[in-house]
């Protein structure tokens, strides 16, 4: 760990997600945090999903036994975090991953599209509207007349 408590792993998933650093941090111990407690705000994979690292998230869900489900104290999974930095290609593989698991639920209606608006509406209710910043067309045009 470093002086702000994380480790190499985590540094990792918050920068550049390198699959091959990762399996090799891995494989000399380094632990998939695969909870969320005062110590670990996130999980490994909610970090990799929110920035990004769509080959790492493929790895860490075939590869590895992480939990989709864990929610953070808020309520958001990495599903919300991948929604919210829109990253789509990483939610469908959450996604697919676990109707893999628990098989398809017929009554599921909300799409992939309005699952990633219901996740930005609640990050900028939580932390402000410059939590996301240049999503909207108001912010990209008040941009252009300036």
Do not use: P, W
């Not at 599209?113 to 990050?123: C, F, M, Y």
């Amino acid at each position: 760990e470093d002086s702000a408590g994380q480790t190499a792993l985590e540094r990792l998933c918050y920068s550049t997600g390198n699959v091959k650093a990762f399996k090799f941090l891995v494989s000399y111990g380094a632990k998939i945090i695969n909870h969320v407690d005062k110590k670990h705000a996130k999980t490994t994979l909610m970090i990799a999903a929110i920035y990004g690292h769509k080959d790492l998230v493929r790895e860490l869900l075939d590869s590895h036994d992480v939990d989709i489900t864990v929610q953070t104290e808020y309520g958001y999974n990495a599903e919300h975090f991948a929604s919210a930095g829109g990253h789509i290609s990483i939610v469908d593989l959450l996604r697919a991953k676990q109707k893999k698991g628990e098989g398809e639920n017929e009554g599921e209606s909300e799409t992939t599209a309005s699952r990633a608006a219901n996740a930005r509406q609640r990050l900028n209710q939580k932390y402000g509207e410059s939590a996301i910043q240049g999503t909207t067309s108001e912010k990209k045009s008040e941009a252009t007349k300036f």
